[in-house]
């Protein structure tokens, strides 16, 4: 007969911790050994809560972590698909490729920060098709004549923006080892590729090149893939500065002033030439921004990096980014300054909306003020707009010398005055030496 605990063993009866010690003891055993390897996270709640949509995918499914979603398995027959066109591109056998994620396997799980739940084989099966499928994917990218006339993704549906939006996000990735395991640039022929040897990481920054419309590849360039963890790692590495931090990270207080505080005490606002988002620069009155442009795809994008920066970086540069861009950004009217200077791109057409996006940018984020990337560009900006000095001169500038006619109006009304004050005196003086008594 059953005890209240449930055992039936009698000794259980006389100590029934025994029994519950040693099944916790059996659990804290078969825990798995927690991986430095780990880079793919699920996202916070905390984070989550702000946008579910930012962080879940909508079209196609990559790696474990929502493989067998209802709305995703549509795209499942057109990865196999892709897989097929792989082996025949190499021709090698599934026998070949299977053995490598069996060999990795165990590397593979520990890159995920949660248990696996499917079995070998079946995880097996989903990093081979899916890797394949990302592999293709890149290929027919960069080299059109792989693309098939009935390719779904490349031609009729066209549905490579709604891919390029899946592979960004945080839970749909696969580490970037087994893609690299997986190619095999010897036994694919590109007739157009001037390139001896292709490479997934040459691949890669081709596709984040073309679909990023990025000018400049500096920072593509410093990307080498023994330290690349996935694409969104790949991302973070565009957009990350590539100095060191500034010598001064102290912040002494929260309160920076908004563009439209700083346009009232006279700063001057300028685009900053520089692609890398973060150099910032403030000096003699002009404070330079690198032109940001506000879209449903920037909040997708940088989300997904400030959920990866959290989980698994020291330094929190895209976190820091978005505070300061958050402080100086509090109203449609600081939108519509920073558009006026060429900083900001505006693709939601509503300056509103563009304020809005900024600031719930910033819900869920943290602020170090001991370490933080933009503190000597708070504290200048702070201090210029604490000078009297700046807003008086402002002041004059924006209301009584903003146009030619203002300036011939107040110069007119000065002369005016002067006049008149020397007409008062010399009335006075003229009236002073008429009572005078004569000599």
């Known amino acids: 007969m059953a005890n209240r605990y449930g055992d039936h063993s009698p000794n259980d009866i006389e100590n029934p911790s025994v029994s519950l010690a ?11 050994p927690l ?7 699920r996202v916070s709640e905390r984070l989550r809560l702000v946008n579910e949509n930012a962080y ?12 067998g979603k209802e709305r995703l398995r ?15 591109h190499t021709s090698l056998g599934l026998e070949y490729y299977i053995k490598i994620i069996k060999d990795k396997e165990e590397e593979l799980r520990s890159c995920y920060a949660e248990p696996i739940r499917f079995s070998s084989d079946e ?39 709604d891919i390029w939006r899946d592979v960004r996000l945080l839970e749909n990735q696969l580490p970037f080892f087994i893609l690299e395991h997986l190619f095999n640039p010897e036994r694919i022929s590109v007739p157009s590729s001037n390139d001896e040897r292709l490479s997934i990481i040459k691949l890669s920054h081709m596709f984040f090149k073309g679909l990023m419309q990025l000018k400049g590849t500096e920072n593509l ?23 060191q931090k500034p010598e001064v990270k102290r912040l002494t207080s929260m309160n920076i002033p908004s563009i439209t505080e700083l346009h009232r005490a006279g700063v001057k606002f300028k685009m900053r030439s520089s692609k890398n988002l973060f150099d910032i620069h403030f000096s003699e009155g002009i404070l330079e921004i690198p032109k940001l442009t506000i879209s449903d795809e920037m909040e997708l994008t940088f989300r997904n990096l400030l959920a990866f920066e959290e989980c698994h970086c020291r330094e929190n ?57 933009f503190a000597q560009i708070s504290e200048q900006l702070r201090a210029y707009c604490k000078t009297s000095w700046h807003k008086w001169r402002a002041n004059l500038k924006q209301n009584y010398f903003h146009t030619p006619w203002a300036i011939v109006s107040v110069i007119a009304a000065v002369l005016l005055i002067i006049l008149t004050i020397i007409q008062a005196v010399c009335s006075v003086i003229s009236v002073t030496i008429k009572d005078l008594p004569p000599r």
Request: glycine fraction near 4%; include cysteine.
């Open 74 to 88: 549509a795209m499942e027959e057109h990865k196999k698909r892709y897989l097929c066109d792989y082996l025949k």
């Open 22 to 32: 040693t099944s916790l003891r059996l659990e804290l055993e078969s825990l798995s």
């Open 56 to 67: 879940t995918p909508q079209v196609v499914s990559i790696g474990p972590l929502h493989h």
């Open 221 to 243: 360039e410093r990307i080498s893939s023994p330290r690349i963890e996935h694409f969104v790692d790949i991302l973070r590495n565009v957009y990350v500065p590539l100095e």
């Open 317 to 373: 540069y895209l976190n820091d980014y978005v505070v300061i861009i958050d402080r100086l950004v509090n109203t449609p009217k600081d939108v519509d300054l920073l558009v006026k200077y060429g900083i900001v791109e505006n693709r939601l057409g509503d300056s509103s909306q563009g304020a809005t996006l900024i600031n719930k940018l910033a819900d869920g984020v943290t602020l170090d003020s001991d370490d933080f990337y």
């Open 35 to 41: 991986s430095s390897k780990c880079s793919i996270y």
């Open 123 to 161: 995880f097996t099966k989903i990093v081979l098709v899916d890797a394949a499928f990302i592999i293709e994917v890149l290929l027919r990218y960069c080299f059109h004549e792989l693309q098939d006339e009935h390719d779904r993704i490349f031609n009729k549906p066209w549905m490579l923006q």
